[in-house]
């Protein structure tokens, strides 16, 4: 099964161009159901049945995955045996009525205009680590880009001169503007500090760690929880909660929607529809 998986992967990767997130997930997802299956004694996919799957789905449950997990366990294996049956690797389909657990939406955490200046102050803008990391949350709070973007833009995605970054998800680009206290930031981290944190190697990443390396989501993740419990902000935030501001902040500025979509690359305006009713 597990070579299966890996030629999946690459048809996702390289044919469905699906984002470097959704790419992670699903064969994490995949690889976990895999070594359960394998330790049942299943170890090729027409081997698998219906019965063997709601196994594996209770055992998630047992191990009290959430249902939002859960349901991303039963998308990735749905897509999986569909890619399956195209490919005439199975007869059928064992995933086909395995049925994904109601989530409950509850509303976006965001930061108020308050929060959001005291955590931007956070970052020592007198050493290189602190210009690096305030160019990065100020970055994520003006342009609602996904941390995954954050973490994995190029120089090349950057013009000073023009005022934009570029980011490229599933094969599409946009084009982000960037206000003219963010150009200023940025040019002092690259004139500055950038060169310093390198020590001499070379990076094309805009935001690199001590290595030279990108900056991993989880690295970035531990850097922002850091500078949040600093500035004393208690709610639970993440990455994302910069992203869920900055529309709800640009909503309440009074931003066309349609705009904020193409920001945020929403292919779907009821998408952001949503921080419309978090506006007080």
């Known amino acids: 099964m597990i070579n299966a998986i890996q030629e999946y992967i690459v048809y996702l990767h390289d044919v469905r161009k699906i984002s470097y997130n959704t790419e992670v997930s699903y064969k994490r997802d995949l690889e976990k159901a895999a070594l359960y299956l394998q330790a049942q004694a299943v170890h ?24 939002a997990t859960v349901s991303r366990n039963i998308a990735a ?21 395995l049925k994904p657990p109601r989530i409950e939406k ?36 003006t342009t609602g880009i996904r941390v995954s973007e954050l973490v994995h833009l190029k120089l090349g995605d950057v013009n000073l001169d023009l005022g934009y970054i570029a980011c490229t998800e599933s094969g599409r680009e946009r084009m982000i503007p960037l206000d003219a206290g963010m150009r200023i930031i940025l040019e002092e981290y690259l004139e500055e500090a950038r060169n310093r944190l390198l020590k001499g190697l070379e990076s094309e990443y805009l935001f690199c760690n001590c290595s030279g390396k990108a900056m991993s989501r989880q690295g970035f993740w531990k850097l922002l929880k850091g500078y949040a419990a600093e500035a004393g902000i208690t709610k639970d935030i993440t990455p994302h909660t910069m992203r869920h501001s900055f529309a709800a902040n640009q909503l309440q500025k009074g931003v066309d929607i349609r705009s904020v979509q193409r920001i945020l690359g929403h292919a779907d305006v009821a998408t952001t529809q949503m921080y419309a009713g978090m506006i007080h």
């Open 106 to 141: 509850k509303a976006p955490e965001i930061l108020t205009a308050a929060e959001a200046d005291q955590l931007l102050k956070m970052p020592n803008r007198k050493t290189d680590k602190g210009m690096r990391d305030r160019a990065m949350l100020q970055l994520l709070y």
């Open 77 to 97: 294996l749905h897509s999986f045996f569909q890619y399956l049956l195209r490919r005439h690797m199975i007869d059928e389909d064992p995933s086909e009525r």
């Open 44 to 67: 090729e996919v027409r081997e698998i049945t219906e019965t063997d799957l709601n196994s594996y789905m209770l055992y998630l449950e047992r191990k009290k995955m959430s249902a």
